[in-house]
């Protein structure tokens, strides 16, 4: 059975780097194409970045010149190395695996969230007596 396992994601405030990881359970050279979406909140999910069997790479116009797509083949694994994040970049982001016109694989998804940095909106404290 194939599955892909993404991990990485997390908190980073406005300006910071994460580095993301689609681990498949078959060879990354098997699929045609790997790639990674996202999908915010509300929102439809939309194409990031892909790599192909020949290792070329594509991305959306949104992410160029900040993330890039790579893959380690002996580890089985595709890395979106994310660079200059931006609170629009929040999503969950995931991988997805085309072996076929009709095999499609897709992970489980990694949350991703950027903070514009700042002061939270507070919390009471009360001690009675």
């Known amino acids: 059975q194939v599955q892909l396992v993404e991990s990485g994601g997390g908190l980073v405030q406005s300006g910071g780097s994460l580095r993301l990881s689609c681990g498949a359970s078959?060879?990354?050279?098997?699929?045609?194409?790997v790639g990674w979406y996202r999908q915010a909140p509300g929102k439809e999910r939309e194409f990031v970045a892909t790599?192909?069997?020949?290792?070329?790479?594509d991305y959306a116009d949104f992410v160029k010149g900040r993330f890039t797509i790579s893959r380690d083949s002996a580890q089985r694994t595709v890395y979106l190395e994310m660079n200059s994040l931006k609170p629009e970049d929040t999503a969950v982001y995931y991988c997805?695996?085309?072996?076929?016109?009709?095999?499609?694989?897709w992970g489980q998804g990694t949350q991703v969230t950027v903070s514009s940095g700042g002061w939270g909106q507070g919390t009471q404290v009360t001690v009675s007596s």
């Open positions: 997805n695996g085309r072996r076929s016109m009709t095999e499609l694989y």
């Open positions: 078959i060879r990354i050279t098997s699929f045609n194409h």
């Open positions: 790599i192909d069997a020949d290792g070329r790479s």
